[in-house]
């Protein structure tokens, strides 16, 4: 999972914001809300990411299977431990980690 997580984020426009959206889920306890979730990002980053370009983003990674969102309108890391350990690992490997 970590390599294909890695290869997908880095093949994005926004490698950056991806990363900072999964580090985000992942700081918010593995579930969140699109709101909760901006702005957690956005402060990974030091910028305002807007909430539609999260929406955009979090819709792609249901998408593709990264995560998921159930009928509670929340996003979710998987809840099995190496696909979730790989996911947040491929985002650490992006250089987001580094200005965290």
Do not use: C, W
């Not at 980053?45 to 998921?68: D, K, S």
């Not at 809840?79 to 979730?84: A, W």
């Amino acid at each position: 999972m970590r390599n294909e997580a890695r290869n997908f984020i880095f093949s994005t426009q926004s490698p950056l914001r991806y990363s900072a959206v999964i580090l985000a889920l992942d700081r918010l306890g593995g579930k969140g809300e699109l709101h909760e979730i901006v702005k957690v990002s956005s402060a990974i980053l030091n910028e305002n990411i807007p909430e539609p370009r999260v929406y955009e983003i979090l819709n792609r990674l249901v998408e593709f299977n990264f995560i998921e969102r159930r009928e509670d309108n929340r996003y979710y890391l998987h809840q099995d431990e190496p696909n979730r350990k790989g996911l947040i690992l491929a985002a650490k490997d992006s250089p987001v980690s580094y200005s965290i």
